[in-house]
């Protein structure tokens, strides 16, 4: 099938040279690399179906058709996703300055929300401490305009004390803030809390630094499959 390899090469090439036109600080950059790969993506099948049902041409017809389609679908859990980490980023701004939280995009378009313990609770205690409140009323705010993601929270904990307990502190910590997820709400349908204690350390703990890096909360948002 010439026609079909031809003109997926093409649109290939199209999509990996817009890709390389994306600004590495553009908000929307992983909107315009995902409808590319969807446009990609959707003009191969379009060229398949085309050329089955027409092979004077239906490959070409097919392939835009497709593209268009393609484009639009790959272009959806992302623009989905680059306006809700605008929001977190815009009102986070004075917790991230104080490196108090880390917002993070990771490469299946999830987000990550890194909360530092220090800040967000007691000393070794999972309650929550009253300033840190505040930063989970604008979470809460934002995740309940934008219903169609679920939230994964996980605790986690340097290696000072014993095994057991860090893993139950980690797994009251991340209920802590589903909890408090839920009371300004959030649906708990969306909540998944889980604790990981000492076993995945961010930095080495021998040194405070390094284990001050390892007490924290994530926060993983994941779009839903179908959003278009």
Sequence with gaps: MPTIKSTFIALTLLALILAGCIQPNDPNRHTKQKA???????ALAGAIVGHQQDSSGGALRGALIGGAAGG???AGAGYYMDKQQAEFEQQLSTER??????IERLQNENLKITMNSEVSFDFNSSRLQPAFERSLDKVSAILNRYPRTSIQIIGHTDDVGSEVYNQQLSEKRARAVGFALEDRGVTAGRILTTGRGESEPRMTNDTEAGRQL???VEMLIVPAENIE
Excluded: D, Y
């Design 214 to 216: 390892n007490r924290r």
């Design 72 to 74: 639009a679908l790959g």
């Design 36 to 42: 590319g790969i969807g446009a990609a993506v959707g």
């Design 97 to 102: 300055a104080a490196n108090q939280i880390e």
